[in-house]
């Protein structure tokens, strides 16, 4: 199975700093990652896909990058509203399963 | 608009079966996407459980795969999962989604639904 390593666990930041959460998998995966924003008591939501596509209906202040093992997801200014637990997510071409990995939350400094 | 809602027991007993419904509205699910079931223990992170294709071939997770059935009912427009001999670490928000595997993702998904595991 395919690993996927998500790192800070947890992020203190302000309203208006850059961040970048990273994701990097335990063997080269292509471009097939989304990121997902998750707030308490509710069902994730789709940001990017694809490593870089941008979903319908985000902010632009959200970016995404990387191929084979290495992945990052990047607001380029903190808003009030992104204070939330962000995900990574593969997709195994071979075994046509997804892992995710282990959650990033974001708190307010 | 495409809506999923999860039903079944809140509850279940160790060793037993759990089961849980979700019904789509908005949209057929044998025309198009997979459909999928994923999980998340209290103050855990996720866990993808399996997927179906809209022509009712399933996908697991490795680590499940023995314990779960994933099925369609279109006549229904519903697709259920079943998981057997549950114990207490399989207690969770279950959520179901709709898959996209043109863009490996999932972007509608229901609201989720606790069950519990325990006696």
New interface residues.
Partial sequence: DIQMTQSPSTLSASVGDRVTITCRASQSIGSWVAWYQQKPGKAPKVLIYDASILESGVPSRFSGSGSGTEFTLTISSLQPDDFATYYCQQYNTYSRGYTFGQGTKLEIK | QVQLQESGPGLVKPSETLSLTCTVSGFSISRAYYWAWIRQPPGR????I??ISFSGSP????SLKSRVTISLDTSKNQFSLRLTSVAAADTAVY?C?RD??D?????Y????TLVTVSS
């Fill in positions: 992170g996720l866990e993808w399996g997927s996908y697991y997770n490795p959520y989604a996209r595997r863009r490996p993702s999932s972007d998904w229901g609201q989720g």
